[in-house]
Antibody, heavy 124, light 107 residues
């Protein structure tokens, strides 16, 4: 069964760069999109961005100027870097697998496997 | 961006109740709508994709319906493990936006 294991620094100071990595275990890395989603304390979910195995990315415009998502297919890993963090970036960050199901009615995208989440706190 | 609005924000229900959560999109998204369940301290879990298709392994008491701008998630016969927060998410276009969540609490 596919598992996503994620890690990265949990405590940052303002202006530093947030860096997280997610590894895919048991299962194919190709044929899927790989996403990052975050959840501020007590709040809802925000899609950050995604990458496919070929390295094509899509970013949330609200974060685009500070965001880099990259992939290492040799290790079945993908990473998130968010620069110039502030307290507003404090959140639980999740990685997830995105699947595009092609049907006669359309191509339906959903995130079906999630990592356990990494808590990132930005504080001086 | 497509805005997703859920109602209610929270509800209280008893074990065995039938519960309905509503999600409205700010523009038509056909059936490009997913539902997730999040228990406290856990990652979200996919329940429903393409508005009404049940994800493998999800109990049949969960069902989804709707198209265009209005969607519903129904839990028929609430069980203790269903007390959680539920999110809708549109996959019509990027950015992939979520509703604000509906918390289902024990009455």
């Amino acid at each position: 069964q596919v598992q996503l294991q994620q890690w990265g620094a949990g405590l940052l100071k303002p202006s530093e760069t947030l860096s997280l990595t997610c590894a895919v275990y048991v299962g194919s890395f190709r044929g899927y999109d790989w996403s990052w989603i975050r959840q501020p304390p007590g709040m809802g979910l925000e899609w950050i961005g995604e990458i496919n195995h070929g390295g094509s990315t899509n970013y949330n415009p609200s974060l685009k100027t500070r965001l880099t998502i990259s992939v290492d297919t040799s290790k079945s890993q993908f990473s998130l870097k968010l620069s110039s963090v502030t307290a507003a970036d404090t959140a639980v960050y999740y990685c997830a697998r995105g699947f595009l199901l092609g049907t006669t009615s359309g191509n339906f995208y959903y995130m079906d496997v999630w990592g356990k989440g990494t808590t990132v706190t930005v504080s001086s | 961006d497509i805005q997703m609005t859920q109602s209610p924000s929270s509800l209280s229900a008893s074990v065995g109740d039938r519960v309905t959560v509503t999600c409205r999109a700010s523009q038509s998204i056909s059936k490009f709508l997913n539902w997730y369940q999040q228990r406290p301290g856990e990652a979200p879990k996919l329940l429903i994709y393409a508005a009404s298709s049940l994800q493998s392994g999800v109990p049949s008491r969960f069902s989804g319906s709707g198209s265009g701008t209005d969607f519903t998630l129904t839990i028929s016969g609430l069980r203790p493990e269903d007390f959680a927060t539920y999110y809708c998410q549109q996959s019509h276009s990027r950015p992939r936006t979520f509703g604000q969540g509906t918390k289902v609490e024990i009455k």
